[in-house]
C-alpha cells in the first residue's frame, strides 16, 4: 500500500512539474514572440502606440481580440490561437478570462417599441448637423452642482460614446459587443455579438416601416443595422474590400439613411517594408437604412493611386492615397450636401484630398468641393523621414514627412445667431477652422488652441450658435502653458473669448502617467460646457466665462448593475452625452498612456436619483 500511495504522489509531482513545465514553455514561447513581433512598438511606445504598462492593465480577451480580429490582426499574421492566448497571458499576467457575463441583470420586462423623439441623443453629433449641443437635456446649468453617479455598467473595453434612443441606452464594446440598456435602470434588454470591433458610437433611427433600427460601423469595414427592440440583425454590409479598410468613426443617420465614414490601417500596416504602401483612398458609403444596400460611395481622394516608385528594399510604392474620414458625416439638408473631414496622406504625391473639409452630393455622391488646410501631409507611424544617402527614403516612409495634422474632429454645421451658416472642424494641430458652405469651403477663419501633436486630436467640438467650445489636446500654445484645458471661441469672428487651463489634481491611480489632457469630444448644454479630462474628471463650465461649476472624479470602483465591479478611468475619445435627465459617460475610454484599467458606462443625474 505504501509503494502504491508513494508511486501516486510521484505521479502527480511529476503532473505537477510537467504543467510548470509547460506553463514555463509557453511564458518562454510569448516572451520570444513578443520580442519578435511587438516590442520594437510596445518596449518603445511613440505617438499612437501604447507601452506594456497600458497592455498590462487590459483584460486578455482585450488582447486576444486585438491580435486575431481587431486592430493588430496583420501584425498577428501566422500565429496559431494558442501563441495569440499565450501572448495575452504573458501581457497582462492574468489567465485568459471571460466577458461578464451578457446576460446579467436582464430587464424582467421587453421595455415596447422605441419611440424617437428630437430631444433624444441618437446620434454621435446629438444631430446630423454633429454640433453636439443638447437645448432639451432634462437638467438645468443650475443642477449640476447636484450631479451624482446613479449607477454604473461594467463593459470591458469601452468603445465609442453612449446613445439614447426611447427609453434605451445603446453601447459598445471594443470587443464587438453591443449592448441595448433601459435607460433608466442600466438592466440588459439584449446584446449582440459582432465580428469585428466597435469602436465608435451607434446611430438610432427608422429602417422602414414602423422598424427602428440600431446602426453601426467595424473595423472590419461591415455596416450593420439591428433591431432595436430585440437586437436581431436587420442586414449587414461590407462597405469597402480593401484588406486594410475599417470604419472608426461614428455612422450617421438622417431620413432613411445610413452615412458611413471609411478609413484603413495602412499608417501602421506599412511598417512592413514588403507591404505595397499604399493603394486605399477614404470614402464615404451612402446606405439605404432599409435594406443595407449602397446607394453610392465618394472618394475623398478622385484619382486612383497609381505605382510610383519603389521603396529602400524594391517594394512598389502607389500614390496618392490616404485621406481616410475617421470621424462621422455631417448633413446638410438645406443644400443638399454630405461633408466629411479627411485624414492625412499615407505617400507622397500631389492631391487635395488629405487634411481637408469637403462636401459630396446627397443624391449622387459626387464630390462638390474641397477645402485643404495642410498640403503634403504625407504620413506613416514610426518614420521620420528617414533617407538612405544611396537608396532614398527607407522603407515605405514618405520624404519630406508631414506633421500628421489632419482632421480628427467631424465638421459641425453650426448656425450663427445672424441666421448664417458655418462649417467649423477640429485638427490635430490644435487648430479650429471654420468654413463657409456657400462659398465652395472658403476658410473664414481659424483658431490656435494648443501647440499640436501627431498624437493629440481635438475628438470633437461643440457649439450652442454662440461660441465654439474646444478641448486642448495637450501643451498650450506658450511653453510655460500647462496641458490641457478648455477654450470657448466666437463662432462669428473666430476670436477666442475665454480659455480655462486644465486643473492639475494628482490622479486616483498616482502621479505615473497622471496626464490632464482633454482630448475628449466635448458636450454643451444651455448655459453650460461638460468636456472629460485624461485624469478621469469630468467636469461642467459656466459658458459664459468658464469657470468650473462641477467636478467628479469618476476613476473609482463601482458596484456594477450587471454584476460584476467596474472601474473608472481617462476619459477620452467620445465619451459623454445628456439626454432625458441624465449625463451618461464612458470612463476609462482609450487612453494608451495610462497603466489604469477603465470599463464603466455611468448614468449620472440630480442627486443620484
Not at 44 to 54: L, M, Q, S, V
Not at 61 to 67: G, K, M, N, Q
Not at 409 to 425: C, D, H, N, Y
Request: hydrophobic residues 40%; glycine residues 12%; neutral net charge.
Amino acid at each position: 500500500m505504501f509503494q502504491k500511495s508513494l508511486g501516486s504522489l510521484l505521479a502527480v509531482f511529476a503532473l505537477l512539474m510537467s504543467t510548470q513545465a509547460l506553463a514555463q514553455e509557453k511564458a518562454q514561447g510569448a516572451a520570444q514572440l513578443f520580442n519578435e513581433r511587438c516590442s520594437v512598438c510596445h518596449d518603445d511606445p511613440k505617438g499612437r502606440a501604447p507601452g506594456r504598462e497600458y497592455l498590462a492593465g487590459r483584460l486578455p480577451s482585450e488582447v486576444v481580440y486585438a491580435l486575431s480580429r481587431g486592430v493588430m490582426r496583420q501584425q498577428a499574421a501566422g500565429l496559431s490561437a494558442d501563441q495569440i492566448r499565450a501572448l495575452a497571458v504573458f501581457l497582462t499576467g492574468r489567465p485568459i478570462d471571460a466577458e461578464p457575463d451578457p446576460k446579467a441583470n436582464m430587464c424582467a420586462k421587453d421595455g415596447g417599441p422605441v419611440a424617437l423623439a428630437a430631444d433624444q441623443w441618437s446620434v454621435w453629433g446629438g444631430n446630423a448637423a454633429n454640433t453636439r449641443f443638447q437645448p432639451k437635456p432634462g437638467i438645468s446649468a443650475a443642477d449640476l452642482p447636484r450631479l451624482k453617479v446613479k449607477w454604473a455598467f461594467g463593459l470591458p473595453g469601452l468603445s465609442g460614446e453612449p446613445i439614447v434612443a426611447g427609453n434605451r441606452l445603446f453601447v459598445a464594446s471594443r470587443l464587438g459587443r453591443v449592448f441595448a440598456l433601459d435607460a433608466k435602470t442600466g438592466c440588459t434588454y439584449w446584446s449582440y455579438e459582432s465580428e469585428g470591433s466597435v469602436r465608435s458610437a451607434l446611430a438610432v433611427g427608422r429602417a422602414g416601416g414602423t422598424t427602428v433600427a440600431a446602426f453601426f460601423g467595424d473595423q472590419n469595414a461591415d455596416v450593420r443595422a439591428l433591431d432595436s427592440v430585440t437586437g436581431k440583425l436587420l442586414w449587414q454590409t461590407h462597405v469597402d474590400p480593401y484588406p486594410g479598410a475599417r470604419i472608426v468613426g461614428a455612422v450617421t443617420y438622417y431620413a432613411g439613411r445610413v452615412y458611413a465614414p471609411v478609413t484603413s490601417g495602412d499608417e501602421t500596416d506599412a511598417i512592413d517594408p514588403t507591404y505595397e504602401c499604399c493603394k486605399f483612398r477614404g470614402s464615404v458609403v451612402a446606405l439605404d437604412a432599409a435594406t443595407g444596400k449602397i446607394l453610392w460611395k465618394a472618394y475623398t481622394i478622385q484619382e486612383e493611386p497609381k505605382p510610383t516608385r519603389k521603396n529602400s528594399v524594391g517594394t512598389q510604392m502607389y500614390g496618392p492615397s490616404g485621406g481616410g474620414v475617421w470621424s462621422a458625416p455631417t448633413v446638410d439638408p438645406k443644400r443638399k450636401l454630405i461633408y466629411a473631414a479627411s485624414g492625412d496622406a499615407y505617400s507622397n504625391g500631389q492631391t487635395d484630398a488629405t487634411d481637408a473639409v469637403m462636401a459630396f452630393d446627397m443624391e449622387t455622391g459626387k464630390r462638390v468641393w474641397a477645402s485643404q488646410v495642410v498640403k503634403n501631409d504625407a504620413w506613416l507611424y514610426r518614420c521620420g523621414g528617414q533617407v538612405d544617402a544611396k537608396k532614398g527614403p527607407v522603407g515605405n516612409c514618405p520624404s519630406p514627412m508631414g506633421p500628421d495634422f489632419d482632421f480628427s474632429s467631424p465638421p459641425m454645421l453650426v448656425t450663427l445667431e445672424s441666421g448664417k451658416q458655418i462649417l467649423v472642424a477640429g485638427s490635430k494641430a490644435a487648430e479650429v477652422w471654420a468654413f463657409d458652405p456657400d462659398n465652395k469651403g472658403a476658410i473664414l477663419w481659424h483658431a490656435k488652441v494648443g501647440k499640436g501633436s501627431s498624437n493629440e486630436p481635438i475628438w470633437g467640438l461643440a457649439s450652442d450658435g454662440t461660441r465654439v467650445y474646444a478641448g486642448t489636446p495637450g501643451q498650450g500654445i506658450e511653453p510655460t502653458d500647462p496641458p490641457g484645458g478648455l477654450t470657448a471661441i466666437d463662432a462669428a469672428a473666430g476670436e477666442k473669448v475665454w480659455h480655462i487651463p486644465a486643473p492639475t489634481p494628482v490622479c486616483a491611480w498616482g502621479e505615473k502617467a497622471c496626464e490632464h489632457r482633454q482630448t475628449a469630444a466635448v458636450t454643451a448644454i444651455p448655459g453650460a460646457v461638460i468636456s472629460g479630462s485624461t485624469d478621469a474628471h469630468l467636469r461642467a463650465y459656466a459658458a459664459g466665462d468658464g469657470k468650473i461649476v462641477w467636478d467628479l472624479d469618476t476613476a473609482k470602483t463601482y458596484d456594477a448593475v450587471n454584476g460584476i465591479k467596474a472601474f473608472g478611468g481617462n476619459i477620452d475619445g467620445s465619451a459623454q452625452i445628456v439626454s432625458g435627465g441624465t449625463l451618461f459617460v464612458n470612463s476609462g475610454n482609450a487612453s494608451q498612456t495610462s497603466p489604469h484599467r477603465g470599463d464603466a458606462v455611468l448614468a449620472i443625474t440630480v442627486d443620484g436619483k
